[in-house]
């Protein structure tokens, strides 16, 4: 079965300090990959994702994010992080199955970015 | 911009009832989605649908059905609450194979 693994569960920075959040998923097949945001009190919203060609992708906010296929990786960076960072983000893979798709989230990481 | 709209945002029931939460987008998605999200578990799939009257269990079917009548509304029941079913229900709906787009949730506390 598909699953997505979030390393971190409880990520805390410093502002100005970079950030990478770890991803992986188990699925052979053809994937697309997302990143979402949840900040506090609010839905969750799409940072980024990708479906094919350059690995590496841009999302909102300064986010981007590199999917390695070799590694089963999808890993979320963010070079200088702000207190308006503070959320909980997940990882979620949209598995290319024969019928339909499913999609599947990690449990989440709650980033909390110190003022 | 896409609007998916959960009827309830906070809704109290006691053990045993039965409890309908509806989500209706107005997109035209093929696919909508019913996670719960619970502190350290993330979101797990309850029940997802690709097409109207089509459904396919998730990760945590157990206590729970849907129906999808309607492209545009998808319900989950409870078909007899109990007290581990206390949590954030998310409702989500999207294209295939692109990225989905959530409703507000709605917060369901068993007593």
């Known amino acids: 079965a598909q699953s997505v693994s979030q390393h971190n569960h409880h990520v805390i920075l ?11 998923y188990s699925y052979g097949g053809t994937v697309n990959l997302f990143w979402y945001v949840q900040y506090p009190g609010q ?16 999302g909102i906010k300064g986010f981007e994010a590199e999917f390695i296929k070799s590694k089963f990786s999808f890993n979320l960076r963010k070079p200088s992080v702000q207190w308006s960072d503070t959320a909980e983000y997940f990882c979620a893979v949209n598995a290319h199955l024969e019928r339909d798709d499913k999609i599947i989230f990690g449990k989440g990481t709650r980033l909390h970015i110190l003022p | ?10 809704l109290v029931k006691r053990t045993g009832e039965k409890v309908f939460l509806e989500c209706v987008q107005d997109m ?11 502190p350290g578990l993330g979101l797990r799939l309850i029940y997802f649908s690709y097409d109207v009257k089509m459904k396919e269990k998730g990760d945590i079917p157990e206590g729970y059905s849907v129906s999808r009548e309607k492209k545009e509304r998808f ?3 409870l078909e007899s609450a109990s007290t581990n079913q206390t949590s954030m229900y998310l409702c989500a709906s999207g294209g295939r194979y692109s990225p989905l787009h959530f409703g507000n949730g709605t917060r369901l506390t068993v007593t």
């Open chain 2, 28 to 38: 035209d998605h093929e696919n909508m989605f019913w996670y719960r999200q619970d």
């Open chain 1, 43 to 58: 839905h969750l919203q799409l940072l980024l994702k990708y479906f094919s060609g350059d690995p590496l992708v841009k």
């Open chain 2, 75 to 77: 319900s989950l029941i």
């Open chain 1, 14 to 24: 410093s502002e100005a300090a970079s950030l990478e959040l770890g991803c992986n």
């Open chain 2, 1 to 10: 911009d896409v609007k998916v709209t959960q009827s309830s945002r906070y």
